[in-house]
T-cell receptor
Framework: SQQGEEDPQALSIQEGENATMNCSYK?????LQWYRQNSGRGLVHLIL?????REKHSGRLRVTLDTSKKSSSLLITASRAADTASYFC????????????FGTGTRLTIIP | DAGITQSPRHKVTETGTPVTLRCHQT?????MYWYRQDPGHGLRLIHY???????DKGEVSDGYSVSRSKTEDFLLTLESATSSQTSVYFC???????????FGPGTRLTVL
């Protein structure tokens, strides 16, 4: 079963708008990671947030983590056409932490 | 793709035939992983390796075997391919737990 579940499954916004994706998970984690996948390509790591962190920034990306609610959000500000991709959260669980568990992803489409 | 290559990139085979997919990395990563990606399921872990000759099962290991005789190579074998193994297969690697994973470009396998 998937540890991480993204919401929404698909999102379309106008270029320049902000995009927010959410991830919920079920068990205790060491960290949570977000990845991007362009069509026909492998996943690319975007950002990692540790369980003792609440917010992290990287360029136009902002990630929040609420361990009490077992949820995370990824915000992409000032979206660009090149941000069109699928985004996945992945959790690094405390038990069995050699393995990440990926969610089913959010498909983001940026409309020029 | 961070020094991770996969071969072949595309393969069409018939039910019942053996298939071996190869993952090669040049960054001396300790851990290597094989995932499959199917619509609606995200990425699911098949097998992983935590060192040369050290492997373990993932979430969907039935029908698959792996081998790692060198740090840089991780092979995935389908002993007798079935149509349910039609999928896109991704290899990934990282230095250890709590680290981002680096992904290869994927292998699209079709079993007729």
């Amino acid at each position: 079963s998937q540890q991480g579940e993204e919401d929404p499954q698909a999102l379309s916004i106008q270029e320049g708008e902000n995009a927010t994706m959410n991830c919920s998970y079920k068990t205790s984690i060491n960290n949570l990671q977000w990845y991007r996948q362009n069509s026909g390509r492998g996943l690319v790591h975007l950002i990692l947030i540790r369980s003792n962190e609440r917010e992290k920034h990287s360029g136009r990306l902002r990630v929040t983590l609420d361990t009490s609610k077992k949820s995370s959000s990824l915000l992409i500000t000032a979206s660009r056409a090149a941000d069109t991709a699928s985004y996945f959260c992945a959790t690094d669980p405390v038990v069995g932490n050699e393995k990440l568990t990926f969610g089913t992803g959010t498909r983001l489409t940026i409309i020029p | 793709d961070a020094g991770i290559t996969q071969s072949p990139r595309h393969k069409v085979t018939e039910t019942g035939t053996p298939v071996t997919l190869r993952c090669h990395q040049t960054e001396n990563h300790r851990y290597m992983y094989w995932y499959r990606q199917d619509p609606g399921h995200g990425l699911r872990l098949i097998h992983y390796s935590y060192g040369v000759k050290d492997t373990d099962k993932g979430e969907v290991s039935d029908g698959y075997s792996v081998s790692r005789s060198k740090t840089e190579d991780f092979l995935l074998t389908l002993e007798s391919a079935t149509s349910s193994q039609t999928s896109v297969y991704f290899c990934a690697a990282n230095r250890g737990t709590n680290n981002e994973q680096f992904f290869g470009p994927g292998t699209r396998l079709t079993v007729l």
